[in-house]
């Protein structure tokens, strides 16, 4: 699951506002039509930016993308793997998962204990902590959707729609809830090794036989 070595000046140099595939203009233009379609999400309680850009990189050869698919590893200890495989999982609405990765491993390589609280808390309330939009518990009783105006499930839709929620399970989010008393670096890890899990075993076979993997394998630069 490591993400190498290169990965905290990489997710430290990231850039702004630009496309990070120019160098494959076959595959971007593909793309851009669902990344227009795909709005920006930005906290609405947080000044930290929820999508962040893509790693810089440089163009992978012919030889290291077809390395991409001898194994998911090989995929993700790539910065233009990763930045290609997360361009899929945008085209899947599952972009969060790789966005909830990367934050992972950042908060790994974090040496300041202040700044581990800091970071742990963001991803929290980002990427685990959320509203149900279908069930909203109170103190004094529990609501659905059923029971709420359209002015209350109007402003939760808003609410959601600005959360990156990953799916995990109840035993993991169990986990971290205890851990969060004590945040730490590794506070995320078992949710971090269920999403990389999750995104080998259903994202990557579909990865390989997309045409975003295809087309940039048939445009890239030989060796």
């Known amino acids: 699951m490591a993400g190498g070595r290169g990965l905290t000046a990489t ?4 850039r702004p506002n630009t496309c990070c595939f120019c160098w494959c203009c076959c595959c971007s233009c593909s793309w851009r039509g669902e990344e227009q379609r795909r709005r920006r999400r930005i906290s609405q309680d947080t000044k930290m930016e929820l999508v962040p850009n893509y790693e810089t990189c440089t163009k992978p050869s012919v030889d290291e993308i077809q390395m991409w698919s001898q194994s998911f590893e090989k995929l993700m200890k790539n910065p233009a793997g ?9 085209t899947e609405y599952s972009e969060e998962n ?6 992972c491993e950042d908060l790994k390589q974090e040496v300041n204990k202040s700044a581990v609280e800091d970071k742990v808390q963001s991803i929290y309330e980002e990427y685990i902590a959320i509203l149900s939009p279908r069930e909203v518990r109170t103190p004094e009783t529990d609501l659905n959707m059923f029971d709420l105006s359209s002015e209350m499930i109007l402003s939760l839709s808003v609410f959601c729609s600005h959360h990156l929620q990953v799916s995990l399970d109840a035993h993991v989010h169990e986990v971290i809830n205890l ?10 890890d078992d949710a971090q090794l269920q999403i990389y899990t999750l995104m080998h075993r259903d994202s990557y076979p579909r990865f390989l036989c997309s045409n975003i993997y295809r087309s940039l394998l048939h445009t890239a630069p030989q060796s």
Do not use: I
Not at 98 to 103: G, K, T
Not at 179 to 188: G, I, L, Q, S, V
């Open 82 to 90: 990763r930045n290609v495989f997360r361009e899929f999982l945008r």
């Open 179 to 188: 851990r969060m008393e004590d945040p730490a670096a590794h506070t995320f």
């Open 11 to 14: 997710q430290n140099s990231l």
């Open 98 to 103: 790789m966005m909830f990765w990367l934050a």
